[in-house]
Every structure is written in structure tokens, then in C-alpha cells.
């Protein structure tokens, strides 16, 4: 066991914050470890720590650089490599819900609400004895291209996740964002087709990027439409970057995207709305953001942030796993199609709770 993994184990026993992260095709897991249990919050936006935000976020939990001791451990992703199998569960568990809420979101786009909601479900695993070194390896062997992540706190709990998609990053005021959207399962085709309804769906995610971002920056540059992938599956990419006005705005920046409409919807008030009144679940963390916060936690170089979208997470509890997921409706969704889409990025997480 590296010293990296026997401060886990004494955070654990002390039941102190922490968290452990390695950054997209990244050769290094960086461990953030609070010398205090007490849960800190941003306020200013200027602050330095690992932000780790709710869906629904009024307050934005964060740990603090200036409380936390700072550990850095040298990875291979082909060193960090497990064969696992899926675990079993019952695939069926709340399809007739979900459809039915899709169904109840097609209605609502017809009905002119908006143009597009984000819907989600929560799956729940037994699992044996949860080992974080060995979770955390796998995600990095399976998913070295994600931003692999494990936090704790005594007063939010135990999440994991392998995301594949950026909120925001910063340097100076030079910044970069994503937008993604679209999900289909990888085969061994060379190439990738998209249908209407998930170009559509991307396009509107950019579409929703560009106008969060109008008035707070400058120079807009956005790439061409293209096919990422990410652990067994594939989606829809487009990379933007700008200049900030002014180095004072980053919080408005940040809730002006969170939540993106790649997580929730367009527009994003009552799409948001239809998603608290009709989910029937508390996402809690799922689909908010985490990430570095006004610091490199490798090179200590101040205004640089680095934050990205809580998906392909779950929430650990005892012997239990809770599996997030969810999927983009348009008007041209099939409840069934999403239903299997879900199942499917749940199939990518099981990989890693064996």
C-alpha cells in the first residue's frame, strides 16, 4: 500500500473529507486530504479547493487547499488495469416509471414547455466490501480518457464516478467548455452514424453553451460536431473556448452553464422544473460538478479551474451502490430506446463495483 492509500485509510478511520482524483489521460492520481471534518461552502468563487456541487445547488460544498494536506502518486493506466464482468441486476427494475416519465416529457415538448429535458433514474447494487484503491484502479484502467474521481465527506457521504464530460476550464481568463450529448453503445465499426434526434440534441446543448456565455465573454470559438468515446460508449462533441471579460466573473460563468442543458434541459428553468416535480427521486449529487477550484493541485498554480459534470457516478453506501443515470428526451425520443440507453450506461459503471 502507497503512502497515498494509507492516508485514505487513516481519513477513513478518522472519518476526516477527502478526495482522490485523476484528470483525463492523466499519469497521476492526486489525493486532497481536510485536516477537519467541518463542511466548508464557496462564496466568493475565489476561493482554492475541490468544488463538489449538487444538482440542485443554493450551496456549493467544497474542501479548502489552506485545511487540507496535498499528495501526488504516479499512475500507468496499463498498470491500473482489472478484468472484471458486469454485476447482475435486474434490468428490468423501473422501466415502466421511466417510460412513463419520458413519455410525460414528449407530451410536455409537444405541449411547447421547452425543447428538451434531461431524465434520469437511480439503480440500485448490492455490493461486497467497498475497496477504494482497487475501485479507483479500475475506473483509471477502464476509463483513463474520464475524470476518475472518489470523494468523501462524513456529511454528504461516499461517491465514485468516471465522467466524460467538462463543465469548465480556466486559465487566466482563457477558458474552454464542451458540449455533449448523444449516446450510442461502441461496436467494432470503424465509423460512427448519428441519427437526427441525437444531432439535434447535441446541437442544442451548444446551442444553450453559447447563449449562458453571451456578455461574459469574448472571442467564441466553437469546433465541428465529432464522435468521442467514452469506456463502451459513444457520443456527440463539440469543444468551445473563449476570453473572459473580466477575471471577477467566474462565478457568474458557472451558474450561468450549471446545470448544462446536457444534464438538465432547454430552457433550463422549466425543463428543471418538469425534472423536480416528475423524477420522483433526489439526484442529490448526480449531474452537478466537482473539480479543481482557482488551483492546480499538481503544479500549484493559482486561477486555474478545472471542473466537470457529475455523470457516470454513484453513491456508496454500506453494502449498496446507487447508480445515476439519465438521458436526453426531444420530440423525437422513443421511451423504450431511452430506457435501454440508460441500462446501457449503467452496463459502463457495473464494470467498476465487481
Sequence with gaps: ????????????????????????????????????????????????????APFEADTFPFIPLEHSDVYVEYVSNTDYFFETNALESNTLKGKDFFEELVSKG????????????????????????????????????HYPSAFNYCFFHPKIGTWIGATPEQLLKTNGTAI???????????????????????????????????????????EITISSPYSVKAGDLWHI????????????????????????????????APAKD???KNEGYNREYYSGFL?????????????????????????????KAHLFVGCGITKDSDP?????????KTTTMKKIIQ
Aim: glycine share 4%; hydrophobic share 40%.
Design 176 to 218: 474552454k467548455t464542451v458540449a455533449l450529448a448523444g449516446t450510442q453503445l461502441a461496436t467494432k465499426a470503424k465509423t460512427v452514424s448519428w441519427q437526427e434526434k441525437e444531432e439535434t440534441e447535441q446541437q442544442l446543448v451548444t446551442d444553450f453553451i453559447v447563449q449562458s456565455l453571451e456578455g461574459l465573454v469574448k
Design 291 to 319: 473539480g479543481e477550484m482557482n488551483i492546480d493541485f499538481v503544479t500549484f498554480r493559482t486561477l486555474q479551474t478545472d471542473l466537470f459534470v457529475n455523470l457516470r457516478c454513484m453513491k456508496i453506501m454500506l453494502n
Design 336 to 344: 423504450e430506446k431511452e430506457y435501454i440507453e440508460t441500462v446501457n
Design 106 to 141: 414528449i407530451e410536455a415538448i409537444n405541449d411547447n414547455q421547452f425543447l428538451k429535458v434531461v431524465l434520469s433514474r437511480k439503480e440500485e447494487i448490492a455490493i461486497s466490501e467497498f475497496d477504494i484503491e482497487s475501485t479507483l484502479k479500475k475506473m483509471i484502467g
Design 237 to 268: 462533441k463539440s469543444d468551445i473556448s473563449a476570453v473572459l471579460n473580466s477575471k471577477k466573473i467566474i462565478k457568474k460563468i458557472i451558474t450561468s452553464l450549471h446545470p448544462t442543458s446536457a444534464v438538465c434541459g432547454l430552457p433550463k
Design 274 to 276: 418538469f425534472i423536480l
Design 1 to 52: 500500500m502507497t503512502d497515498l492509500f494509507i492516508k485514505v485509510k487513516i481519513h477513513q478511520e478518522q472519518q476526516l473529507p477527502f478526495v482522490l482524483f485523476c484528470k483525463p489521460d492523466s499519469d497521476r492520481v492526486v489525493g486532497v486530504f481536510q485536516k477537519n471534518d467541518h463542511l466548508y461552502f464557496l462564496e466568493t468563487f475565489e476561493e482554492k479547493g475541490f468544488v463538489f
